[in-house]
């Protein structure tokens, strides 16, 4: 039996680890061509704070509810209750009541539904936490249990009395979070996840005040009004859609931003482009597998790509690889040398009208230089094998959409 292990240095650390083995679980994650990267950093951008194991817009306002339930502990008691050991046991509670209350019609996304006698495995603040801190409710760029640690020793000092003016002191309780102006104390009690109107109006205006986030995707649809189309658009969209391709066909007549404009249509690009070697490699993988339905299929893939990409002209530039580096790889963020040069690489080839031979040694040799002895074509394959890897790329599109459709429909009520 193998096992995963790191050398904890930090609670941040800790944090990176369990979101990357969450996202290993994830369906579709399989990145033999170890592209991930350049994906991921185009999803940061487009849609900060948003992550694929998101579900529901509600968790935004929760642990704002628990962090105040927390400070409205009589003193004695809070001293002596550790504040990450008091969160844990809240968001236990939280699934419960959210199934309980919910009755025999339990929604999508609580959190925990599964788990409600064993304890919620994957809690909502580690899911939602760089979200919280992007959006600017969270106001400090700490890991969750730093922060705790910290907000727990500034409300034990004294400091937990909440004055508005406390607001402009960022060492104060209210500086360090801002407690969602819904909260009540029996908030637990008639919990749901839906959002309540004042809920969706607290988490739009956390998002559209915050500047990390202002040319993302997200914020862009709610300051030009274009909530409610977009969660329509999203709606009339049959299975087989690319989604996000369909949302950037919609944006771009309209008044969003120019940057916000510039990095879809970039990391759109991106994804036709290396469409392109994730088919290349699936063909690779059906020829050692010996599964020749999988290989007509992916042949004939490969054939219906290449009259889609002759539709782009300047696609395989020369100049289009540094095009989606430079939109993607922002704050100091870098790509990874092996992975920048198989991208060029591949373009480059693309650009010569490489025969397919050339093609497939190329994805070949980077598919086992990125998995070494754990790739696919070093395996023994049966002829059942399926399809491997990524398609078209989302970009977590699909989670934001489910976000902005909760805040859609919490603005929406009693309108």
Request: hydrophobic content about 40%; proline content about 2%; aromatic content about 10%.
């Amino acid at each position: 039996m193998s096992a995963i292990g790191w050398v904890d240095y930090s609670s941040a650390e800790r944090e990176r680890v369990s979101q990357v083995l969450s996202m290993l679980k994830e369906k579709g994650t399989l990145d033999e061509l170890g592209i991930g990267q350049v994906r991921d950093a185009f999803a940061d951008v487009l849609f900060p704070g948003f992550s694929t194991i998101q579900t529901r817009a509600k968790y935004f306002v929760t642990l704002g509810y628990i962090f105040q339930d927390y400070r409205n502990l009589n003193d004695k008691l809070r001293v002596k209750t550790d504040l990450p050991t008091f969160i844990s046991k809240k968001e236990d509670e939280l699934a419960a009541a959210l199934v309980k209350n919910h009755g025999d019609d339990v929604p999508y996304g609580i959190i925990g539904k599964e788990s409600l006698d064993t304890g919620v495995a994957r809690k909502p603040s580690s899911v939602y936490w760089n979200g919280l801190r992007q959006f600017g409710i969270v106001r400090k760029r700490l890991s969750f249990k730093e922060f705790s640690n910290l907000y727990q020793g500034v409300v034990n000092q004294g400091k937990h009395e909440y004055h508005e003016e406390d607001d402009d002191d960022k060492n104060s309780a209210a500086g360090l979070l801002t407690k969602p102006s819904t909260y009540q104390k029996n908030w637990l009690e008639q919990i749901r996840i839906e959002l309540t109107a004042q809920e969706a109006i607290f988490i739009k205006d956390k998002l559209c005040m915050s500047s990390d986030v202002a040319d993302s995707v997200p914020v862009q649809i709610i300051k030009h009004d274009l909530l409610t189309q977009v969660v329509d658009l999203e709606n009339e969209l049959v299975d087989q859609s690319w989604r996000i391709q369909s949302l950037f066909e919609f944006l771009k007549k309209k008044s969003v931003s120019s940057k916000c404009k510039a990095t879809l249509a970039c990391a759109l690009d991106f994804s036709l482009a290396i469409e392109g070697a994730h088919i290349r490699y699936n063909c690779l993988i059906a020829q050692h597998a010996n599964n020749h339905t999988l290989l007509s299929e992916c042949e004939l893939d490969f054939e219906q790509w290449l009259l889609e990409v002759k539709q782009v002209p300047e696609l395989f530039n020369s100049s289009t690889p540094s095009l989606w580096f430079n939109s993607a790889f922002i704050n100091g963020k870098r790509i990874k040398p092996k992975t920048q040069l198989f991208i060029e690489k591949w373009v480059g080839l693309m650009r010569e009208n490489a025969v397919v031979t050339e093609l497939d040694a190329c994805v070949e040799k980077r598919a086992k230089a990125n998995k070494g002895a754990r790739c696919m074509l070093n395996k023994g394959l049966s002829e059942s094998q399926h399809w491997v890897g990524m398609r078209k790329l989302e970009y977590r599109w699909p989670t934001a959409a489910l976000i902005l459709a909760d805040i859609k429909d919490g603005l929406n009520v009693n309108a």
